[in-house]
């Protein structure tokens, strides 16, 4: 589902004409990040719930886990980080969970984007007096701004800015955009197939809406959340070559449709640099990543949740490396 994430500042770079830019840019939903703050979840709150949901046992023998935060690393002109968001929040629901976390680095030195996605079942320390949680529990407890917070003090790298849809906008905006064409392994059209009528076949299947949903949410078939991430940035690849081959007229059409169903804390200013740089460096997708990166966390079970614990230290190494180009 977070494909149209990423889409959204594609489109918004065909589309830097004059009033069209203006008019689309105000259809997109906004957040107010000082009143986001106001909505946080109490620490008190956050550890009541954990405590209700886990058997006594468990959470008392939860470990005393020791965290070596990385540095912070210092903010750059020509490397923009934006984070896609995309909400696990059904209709009637208000802020949920982060069902898919991809850090998005544009590189106006190299002209390329790149993608590394975070594991939402990450075990990791959060901001203030919040108890340690899976890193997809920030979103609902304070939002945009209490996920960045996180992922600069956890991993040393800061956010400079936020998009994010739930599954209605993704369905609404695939709907306008499909099909795409992807490829499935053998073991992945069976879970395609199952309960349907699709008749996908191994190799490259052209998808509609409902087909790249659930293609972007599987995790019952190879390696769960691991290759659930990657079909994620398969998708976001398949959306930006397809946007960069449609017309003017039918991009302002498919903006003026999508854009509502996004939410950004960005300004139009701020986006205006981001299609600048999109038109101006011809900008394409390269390599993409995801973290916790193999052989740097360990499984454990914790207050009754299987997640994964990250050595913070290494993955920020490899994180500066893949976004700033050090090595780790």
Request: charged share 25%; glycine share 6%; net charge negative.
């Amino acid at each position: 589902m977070i494909l149209f994430l990423f889409l959204m500042l594609v489109l918004i770079a065909t589309l830097a004409i004059g009033w069209m830019m203006s008019h689309s840019l105000n259809r997109i939903g906004r957040v107010d990040l000082e009143k986001e703050q106001q909505t946080w979840i109490a620490p008190e709150e956050v550890r009541q719930s954990e405590t209700a949901a886990a058997p006594a046992e468990e959470t008392e023998s939860a470990p005393e886990l020791i965290w070596t935060r990385p540095e912070v690393k210092e903010k750059t002109q020509n490397i923009q980080n934006i984070l896609l968001i995309g909400q696990d929040r059904r209709p009637g629901e208000g802020r949920a969970r982060s069902d898919s976390m991809i850090l998005c680095s544009f590189n106006a030195d190299t002209g390329k984007i790149i993608l590394t996605s975070l594991m939402r079942d990450m075990y990791v320390p959060f901001p203030g007096d919040y108890i340690d949680n899976r890193i997809n529990a920030a979103y609902p407890i304070g939002g945009m701004s209490f996920l960045d917070q996180l992922i600069e003090e956890d991993f040393g790298v800061h956010v400079d800015g936020n998009v994010e849809v739930d599954f209605d906008g993704f369905l609404q905006a695939m709907a306008m955009l499909a099909p795409l064409d992807i490829e499935l392994k053998s073991y992945e059209v069976g879970y395609m197939n199952n309960g349907n009528d699709w008749h996908m076949q191994e190799g490259v299947n052209s998808m509609n809406a409902e087909q790249l949903l659930r293609y972007a949410r599987m995790r019952y078939a190879g390696h769960g959340d691991w290759e659930r991430t990657e079909r994620q940035r398969v998708v976001l690849r398949a959306a930006f070559e397809k946007v960069k081959g449609l017309s003017i007229r039918e991009l302002t059409e498919l903006a003026d449709a999508l854009l509502p169903n996004f939410t950004t804390d960005l300004t139009n200013p701020e986006i205006l640099r981001y299609v600048y740089l999109l038109v101006t460096r011809r900008m394409s997708i390269g390599e993409t990543y995801r973290l916790p990166v193999d052989g740097s966390y360990t499984e454990q079970s914790i207050r009754g949740m299987a997640v994964l614990v990250p050595d913070l230290e290494q993955n920020s190494e490899y994180l500066h490396a893949y976004i700033y180009g050090s090595q780790p």
